[in-house]
């Protein structure tokens, strides 16, 4: 038995430590035994207690669980579409187009959507709507132009440059904005996984189970791709469908993780790259699962570091997240040429 038969139980095991820890520990102590009997629908000496797990430690645990699944199978898709080892989710300008959504709510539009309806759309809401609706129009456009171009490089190319594009007009925008509104976009770039609330959780798991039930399907696209376009036609993968199909499924994802929680960094670049690592091979029938678990784990860990213990501080979620993701991307980058799932 290798190690690999023990790495699902094992990566298992740790997202179930990691969610209990993120449940128990946080700015506010609780007592275990408190957390406990809150989750069994038991009473306890403090109401306030019972709010917090319920309403913000639950909700932010589970959300950080998908968020990573979805970001580190999106960079997985990507490295293996473009045979780029630093491709990553924000690479094709998707998260750019959802910085975009928002800039035009939070520094244009004083955080209120009120064209499209009698009712105005304000806060959480109107910035989750235009992140959406920013990601999926370039989305859109990265689709359009995968059918123009043959060469995943130039689709590469054209990705960073609409990326380029959107955040030229974010500057536009930050630049005529009012102080406060800079602050408030510039607080949401920052990352979080506590702005998703019980009542928005049920959207948000759904897409993203969607998402990554869609990734387990191209697992054998996946595959063939690794040996590049020629044979992957050869052995009768359509190529040009599977590439709509992997940036659909990579583009909901992104879409998806950024309108709830913001752009996250490193996630979708590294961990990918620790699930290759683990498993010595890139096959993609073992990496995919393994991926998926990898990011729940990762997502939960930095959601436990951004505590500062004996604190009530809580760091940025982007302020974590390099402190894990650029060792690793350190690492592949110097021994590249030693490592296995590279040759």
Known sequence: ??????LFPLLGVGIIGLFMACLVYGAVHIPPEAVFRILCGEEVGSPA?????????????????FAGAGLAISGLLLQTLFRNPLAGPSILGISDGANLGVA????????????VSDFPITGYLAVILAAMVGAFLILGLIIYFS????????????????????????SI?????????????????????????????PYFVSASVVGLFFSLLLIKPL?????????ASNLGVRVKQARIYILFCTGLLTAVVTAFCGPISFIGLAVPHMARLLLGTSNHQQLVPVTILSGACVALLCNLLMVVPG?????????????????????????RKNIQYFN
């Open 1 to 6: 038995m290798t190690h690999r038969t023990f």
């Open 49 to 65: 207690w019972t709010h917090i797990v319920w309403q913000s430690r639950l909700p932010q645990a589970i959300t950080a669980l």
């Open 104 to 115: 035009a709510v939070l520094l244009y539009a004083g955080g209120t959507i009120s064209q």
């Open 147 to 170: 059918s123009k171009v043959k060469s995943n490089v130039m689709l590469l190319i054209i990705g960073i440059m609409i990326g380029y594009m959107t955040s030229s007009l974010i």
């Open 173 to 201: 925008l930050n630049y005529y904005a009012a102080a406060d509104r800079v602050h408030a976009f510039v607080m949401w770039g920052l990352g979080n996984f506590s702005g998703v609330s019980m009542e928005q959780l």
């Open 223 to 231: 595959n063939a791709l690794l040996l590049g376009e020629i044979y």
């Open 311 to 335: 604190s009530d501080t809580i760091l940025p979620l982007n302020a974590v997240t390099p402190m894990l993701g650029a060792p690793v991307i350190i690492y592949v980058i110097v021994n």
